[in-house]
């Protein structure tokens, strides 16, 4: 039982890293997405799942702490945009993206009558996809934008496919 403890304290501390640093950088957006609820939802679900299905235990302090974190981390991870220095993405395991790993930027406006939108997608140099929402219009968009990418970063933009 004492290994299990043990277990759940380097997890635990972790995590805590994980969110200190992600909390971070959500801290340090200048520009934010639109909120991500999937992530909550998700980390619900898998809360739900590991109770129903018995793979956790009630009453241990250790893994009272991880579900702790673990919802903390999904509620911070909904936190999506952009720093000075970096893009901020939804993910456990990629969280930031340095403007110079970018190889090309696609902007989508998206018709809402109601307030303007934009999907950006973000093409990294080793074929990885992040695409984040934002609350702007295409113009607006560009003017923050613009400043932090390289000149060699093709950027497209266009309507909806």
């Known amino acids: 039982m004492a290994n299990l403890s043990y277990f759940y304290f380097i997890v635990d501390a972790l995590f805590l890293f994980y969110a200190c640093y992600s909390w971070y950088w959500q801290a340090n957006l200048v520009v934010r997405c639109r909120y991500r609820i999937s992530s909550i939802i998700w980390a619900v679900i898998f809360i739900w799942l590991g109770f129903t299905w018995n793979y956790i235990a009630r009453g241990d302090v250790g893994i009272t702490v991880f579900l702790a974190l673990f919802l903390l981390i999904s509620i911070i991870d909904g936190f999506t945009g952009l720093t000075n220095k970096r893009i901020v993405v939804a993910g456990y395991f990629k ?67």
């Open 95 to 161: 969280r930031t993206i340095k403007y110079d790993e970018l190889y090309a930027v696609k902007i989508i406006n998206i018709p809402n009558p109601k307030k303007p939108s934009v999907l950006c997608v973000f093409q990294t140099k080793n074929d990885r996809q992040y695409a984040l929402r934002f609350n702007m219009d295409v113009e607006h968009f560009m003017k923050v934008l613009k400043p932090h990418l390289d000149s060699s970063v093709r950027i497209e933009i266009g309507g909806l496919f």
